[in-house]
């Protein structure tokens, strides 16, 4: 399930992409209209954007590569073998992606991702369990095999409030410890 709230890239990606490499490929998942994508473009990254539903007025724009598909229907990973210095997900849950996008990250690929969490169905949409993450689950999920930069879990929002969970992390060599 995919809610946008505005056309502004999110706080959370503009404050961690610059730690994508700069003109490295980045996959905005899930990518809605496009609004990460133009923001990681405008940083120059190479974006591909994925979404079951591009937009007629985005494709062909800016340099992006604007791939129609079906993240949910069982099809083979349409990127398979394609990995990615950084990788966006916001708004967005399928569980199923989660050994998609960690094989996905290349070595020292940043993972932005936030999305709703449980206690978001007190204050509005989704409201589903299904595509609400259970306390911690960004962090028990990806932890293991990236290094958390920032994780956070918290009520968002002015105007509309929102529960969500957010994780910036990094996909180190194994043993390494430095970030670049």
Not at 44 to 59: E, F, H, R, S, Y
Not at 74 to 99: A, C, D, M, Q
Not at 153 to 164: A, S
């Amino acid at each position: 399930m995919k809610l946008l709230t505005s056309n502004n890239p999110l706080e959370w990606v503009t404050r961690f992409a610059p730690l994508i490499e700069p003109g490295g490929p980045a996959l905005d998942l899930a990518s809605g209209n496009g609004r990460h994508s133009y923001y990681l473009n405008s940083i120059g990254c190479q974006v591909t954007a994925i979404d079951k539903n591009i937009p007629n007025l985005v494709q062909g724009l800016n340099n992006i590569e604007w791939l129609e598909f079906d993240l949910e229907d069982g099809s083979p990973w349409i990127l398979e073998g394609k990995l990615f210095k950084g990788i966006v997900v916001t708004n967005y849950l399928y569980r199923p992606l989660f050994p998609v996008i960690l094989n996905s990250l290349d070595e020292n690929g940043v993972l932005i991702y936030e999305t709703f969490c449980l206690g978001n169905e007190k204050l509005g949409k989704p409201s589903n369990p299904d595509y609400l993450l259970k306390s911690g689950e960004l962090l028990t999920v990806f932890s293991e095999d990236l290094k958390v930069i920032a994780y956070e879990e918290d009520t968002l929002g002015e105007n509309q409030k929102y529960v969500k969970q957010r994780i910036c992390a990094i996909k180190l060599l194994p043993g390494s410890t430095a970030l670049f």
